[in-house]
């Protein structure tokens, strides 16, 4: 079993940075593709960015090019999320999840394909 705990969200003004963090304890997700999703109030959980096991592959959601940035540091199991000129509409919780099919070189982008998901933690953007 995977736990993943995120860190990182918090309350800041458009334009502003944040990074967020996604720890993996349990076992090594060195070998999942892992994904950021967010959820506001009312709407469903989207996918913003993922990464597959190795870093070469990535996705961004389109409202997220150019601003935001997913990384993975296997040799601490963990994920980030880097995001720049925040506006707004990135207010939402924040999701980590992993995918535990192993080796997977694309990426996957539905949150059905993913197995194990963390608490989420909040991020505001006021204007």
């Known amino acids: 079993q995977v736990q993943l705990v995120e860190s990182g969200g918090g309350l800041v003004q458009a334009g502003d940075s944040l990074r967020l963090s996604c720890v993996g304890s349990?076992?090594?997700?060195?070998?999942?593709?892992m994904g950021w999703f967010r959820q506001a109030p009312g709407k469903e959980r989207d996918v913003v960015a993922a990464?597959?096991?190795?870093?070469?592959?990535?996705h961004y959601a389109d409202s997220v090019k150019g601003r935001f940035t997913i990384s993975r540091d296997n040799a601490k199991n963990t994920v980030y999320l880097q995001m720049n000129s925040l506006k707004p509409e990135d207010t939402a919780v924040y999701y980590c999840?992993?995918?535990?099919?192993?080796?997977?070189?694309?990426?996957?982008?539905?949150?059905?394909?993913?197995?194990?998901w963390g608490q989420g933690t909040q991020v505001t953007v006021s204007s």
């Open positions: 999840a992993a995918d535990a099919r192993i080796f997977r070189v694309t990426v996957v982008t539905g949150a059905k394909e993913y197995d194990y």
């Open positions: 349990g076992r090594t997700i060195s070998g999942y593709t």
């Open positions: 990464i597959n096991w190795s870093g070469s592959s990535t």
